[in-house]
């Protein structure tokens, strides 16, 4: 029977301090084989799992987590859902990624809580205005929705916004994507875990993977302290730590890894029905259904594998925030963190083979993979089910940084890079 969780059953739950409420998933001990081990159990390694075994039917699959399932990049981030990219192959991606997210609660039966209110993004000038319209354009043309926004319909939907004559960083308006918005990260985790577990796959949680097994040049499982697995094939999704898998693997990538920070304030009532970016002060908000203001801004400064974010960021997000919503100064900040994210050169993910036979990847979505969980784990699933690449993926190899076929996203990267 499957479950259903509602408001009524979490609290039933919670005041009967969590008794007789089955695990969403199993808690697997490892096997010595699988057909295949994902590493990684953020939401592209679960979603990789899930449609491994939904769409392929390959159930004999390990995901190998160094710590615990979604406590990566995809319990820290900010949970930002679009698709306004600037390149035709970037758009068919991400786009597909949307049209997933929108029947995910029901494919999982678990509430992720999608809340299309819109993603908008501010102009300050001129020069804001005429990018915009070119940025709005170019997802028009690719099928995306994209409407231009004046001043005063920025104002309707961000009343709180700062309209005062004499503002360091006039509104003259924007656009925004009304199909995007944020969803429950967690949730995304747990729901692709659940789905994945009932189909068969082994979540093992506490598992570094610390080496490869090869035989000859090819990758024939993973080394961790709890044994050796091995596998068919091995996939790697671990973002931040990417470029430290492919080192053990013996080959480099184009990735750098830096610390991407957030914050949220003490939960207030509801004051922003949307999410704001505005690239010029490089930060961005929105309000989370708990009613906490979620706040977030650019990489930190310098590579880094270190989770935690520098306070020159923090104060340098702060400060845009209190020019850009003075009202929000009465907030008080409740936490900050930091996630490892990697970014690829040109602003574009990698999804496919490597250059080690047996050893598949998927990484580099940098500071936005979050909405893109769904078809990052379709099209890797794909690749590894029946060897060749999706046809959404097809561009994303790592081969073009041989070639030189870059996709040059940075400019709709939403923050910068
Ligand atoms: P992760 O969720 O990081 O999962 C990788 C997993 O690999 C981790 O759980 C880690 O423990 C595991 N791992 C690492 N090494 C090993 C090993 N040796 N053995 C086994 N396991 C290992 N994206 C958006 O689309 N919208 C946003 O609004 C947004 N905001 C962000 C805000 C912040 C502050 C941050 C940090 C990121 C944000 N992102 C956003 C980016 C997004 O979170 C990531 O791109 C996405 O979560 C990556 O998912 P993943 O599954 O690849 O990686
Ligand atoms: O990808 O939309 C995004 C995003 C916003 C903030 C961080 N990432």
């Not at 990417?242 to 509801?270: C, D, H």
């Not at 060749?388 to 076929?405: C, D, M, S, V």
Request: charged letters at 15%.
């Amino acid at each position: 029977m499957r479950t259903r969780y509602s408001a009524w059953n979490l609290f039933a739950a919670a005041r009967a301090g969590h008794r007789d409420w089955a695990p969403a998933w199993r808690e697997a001990e490892p096997k010595p084989r699988y057909d295949v081990v994902i590493v990684g159990g953020g939401g592209h390694g679960l979603a990789t799992a899930y449609y491994l075994a939904k769409n392929h039917g390959v159930t004999n699959v390990a995901v190998i987590e160094a710590g615990w399932i979604g406590g990566g990049n995809t319990g820290r981030n900010t949970t930002i859902i679009r698709s306004n990219y600037l390149y035709p192959e970037s758009a068919a991606l991400y786009d597909f990624s949307v049209k997933l997210y929108e029947g995910l609660a029901q494919e999982l039966n678990f509430n992720i809580m999608f809340s299309q209110r819109g993603m908008m993004i501010l102009a300050h000038s001129r020069h804001d205005l005429d990018s915009h319209a070119r940025w709005t354009n170019a997802m028009r043309f690719n099928g995306v929705d994209a409407e231009m926004l004046d001043g005063e319909a920025v104002r309707r939907l961000a009343p709180r916004l700062n309209f005062a004559a004499g503002a360091r960083f006039p509104i003259l308006g924007g656009f925004i994507q009304r199909r995007g918005g944020p969803a429950r990260h967690d949730a995304v985790a747990w729901g692709y875990a659940r789905g994945a577990s009932n189909l068969g796959v082994d979540i093992v949680q506490n598992c570094p993977v610390t080496g490869f097994l090869k035989q000859g040049d090819t990758i024939v499982g993973v080394r961790t302290p709890r044994g050796e697995i091995r596998a068919d094939k091995v996939a790697m999704a671990v973002a931040g730590h990417s470029t430290v898998l492919a080192e053990m693997a013996g080959f480099r990538l184009p990735v750098t890894s830096y610390a991407l920070q957030a914050m949220v304030s003490e939960p207030v009532k509801p004051v922003l029905d949307t999410v704001v970016l505005s690239p010029a002060v490089g930060a961005y908000w929105s309000q989370s259904d708990k009613g906490e203001v979620v706040i977030g801004g650019g990489l930190d400064l310098y590579p880094s594998y270190a989770q935690r974010g520098s306070y020159a960021t923090t104060q340098q997000v702060l400060a845009a925030t209190l020019e850009l919503f003075p009202s929000f100064s009465r907030l008080r900040l409740l936490r900050q963190w930091a996630g490892i994210v990697d970014v690829v050169h040109d602003s574009s993910p990698i999804i496919g083979p490597t250059p080690v036979p047996g050893l598949y990847l998927n990484c580099g979505w940098g500071t936005g993979g979050f909405k893109a969980i769904p078809v990052g784990g379709w099209t890797l699933a794909h690749v590894l089910a029946t060897g060749r690449n999706h046809e959404l993926a097809a561009p994303f190899q790592l081969e073009r940084f041989a070639t030189g076929r870059l996709i040059d996203e940075a400019a709709a990267a939403g923050i910068a890079h």
